[in-house]
């Protein structure tokens, strides 16, 4: 934390971005510095390259306020698509009354943008009328989507969550 820079740098460097919006991409990226979480993104990098060979996993990047999780996030998924890997994001937040689910559906609302549609289609497979209740805007893209079954509640989201693993 003490090799960060001070909030008067922070403030300073923000008023110049809105100013010149132009320096934001020439500033971002990798030739940014990035420090004190070399040991995590090592890891990060070694489950991503992973995924080449079919071994996906799901990391958690917990911690306190300001220890960088957020830039460690950003790193990964900037490395990820560089790597020609499709990343994906979803945000978790504390508040009160914060929607069930959030990162995943934004996850999913991302792979709807990014991801071919015939290939998205093909991943939803049989799960599609079940993310589609995460997700309602798969209803828009493919309007030959089932209802979803009707199942008793005891059974409803264990059902839910084996459809989304399967997207997944």
Excluded at 28 to 51: C, H, I, M, Q, Y
Excluded at 54 to 71: H, I, N, Q, W
Excluded at 87 to 95: R, T
Excluded at 149 to 162: G, K
């Amino acid at each position: 934390p003490d090799k960060r820079p001070s909030h008067e740098q922070t403030r300073l460097q923000l008023e110049q971005w809105v100013a010149h919006p132009d320096l934001l991409a020439a500033t971002a990226g990798p030739d940014s510095v990035f420090v004190g979480r070399e040991t995590e993104f090592a890891e990060l990098r070694s489950l991503a390259e992973r995924l080449r060979t079919g071994k996906g996993s799901v990391a958690l990047v917990g911690g306190e306020p300001g220890v960088g999780k957020t830039r460690l996030a950003r790193e990964i998924l900037s490395h990820a698509g560089r790597e020609g890997l499709l990343a994906l994001e979803g945000h978790c937040d504390e508040m009160e009354g914060a929607q069930s689910y959030l990162p995943w559906i934004e996850g999913r609302e991302m792979a709807i943008r990014l991801v071919q549609e015939a290939r998205l289609r093909d991943a939803l497979g049989e799960a599609a009328a079940e993310v589609a209740k995460l997700v309602p805007e798969l209803r828009h893209r493919f309007q030959e989507i089932r209802q979803a079954i009707d199942l008793p509640p005891e059974l409803q989201q264990r059902y839910l969550f084996n459809s989304i693993g399967g997207f997944l």
